[in-house]
Structure formats: structure tokens, C-alpha cells
């Protein structure tokens, strides 16, 4: 069991990185180690605005904690179960889809389709195909 401060903890947090860090690849199942302070996610400011907080929660993701670029050693694990086998899987589907000559937005839609990963699409390509009414 792993400890925040002396104390026994377990769940799921988000961790927010700056963009420097994006090149760094986390995976399901993954255990890393960093330095930082563990806040609850922040409740909405505004009446009946998008409620973050809830939203999270209903993933079971309860707090969140930045990640500054230097703060952190990637451990080495056994696998976490089906989900970190399914992010291995995922992660070598890609890895043959770039060897295979797929790149840019053609990688992206391919695993949009493949993977239904949407998050390497990009906007002008998201845009095209939700004005042709294949968005769902």
C-alpha cells in the first residue's frame, strides 16, 4: 500500500503536467513517484457551470496534483491488470501503425477508428468530419 504523508492512501488522482512533459508517455497500471502536494479537484465557481469535480469523481479520480517536469521517477512494475495489458496493446498498435508508414492526421484517424482514441485528432480534421455528420 502506498503512503501520502505517513498515511495509508489507495485510489486514483490526476495528475496535471505542463506541456514540456507531454512527450513523456504514462500508461494504465503505471506507478510513478513524485514530489508534490495531493489537493481535491476544484468544485465549479459558477451556478450551473460543467461540474469537473463529479465528473471525475464518477471515474473514481478524487484529487489531483501537479506534476512539474523533473519531479518524478517512473517505477518499474508488473503488469496492473487488464487495463495496463490493454494500454500495452494499444501502445504496440501504434508503434506498427507508424512502422506500417501511418503518420499525422492518417494515424490519428486510424486509431480513432481502430482504438477510439480521439485525443491526436486535430481540430481542423475533427471539425471536417463533424460537419460531414460522422462525429458520434
Do not use: C
Amino acid at each position: 500500500m502506498q503512503k501520502i504523508d505517513g498515511k495509508p492512501a489507495t485510489g486514483k488522482i490526476l495528475l496535471l503536467s505542463p506541456k514540456e512533459a507531454s512527450k513523456i508517455t504514462f500508461l494504465e497500471g503505471q506507478q510513478i513517484l513524485f514530489r508534490g502536494q495531493v489537493e481535491e479537484i476544484p468544485a465549479p465557481k459558477n451556478p450551473h457551470q460543467f461540474d469537473y469535480r463529479a465528473f471525475m469523481a464518477r471515474r473514481n479520480v478524487l484529487r489531483q496534483a501537479q506534476l512539474p517536469v523533473g519531479s518524478f521517477v517512473l517505477l518499474t512494475t508488473k503488469d496492473a491488470g487488464i487495463e495496463a495489458m490493454a494500454a500495452k496493446a494499444r501502445a504496440i498498435i501504434v508503434q506498427r501503425l507508424k512502422k506500417a508508414g501511418f503518420s499525422g492526421d492518417e494515424l490519428a484517424t486510424v486509431q480513432a477508428l481502430l482504438l477510439g482514441q480521439k485525443q491526436d485528432i486535430s481540430a481542423e480534421v475533427y471539425s471536417n468530419y463533424a460537419a460531414a455528420g460522422v462525429i458520434h
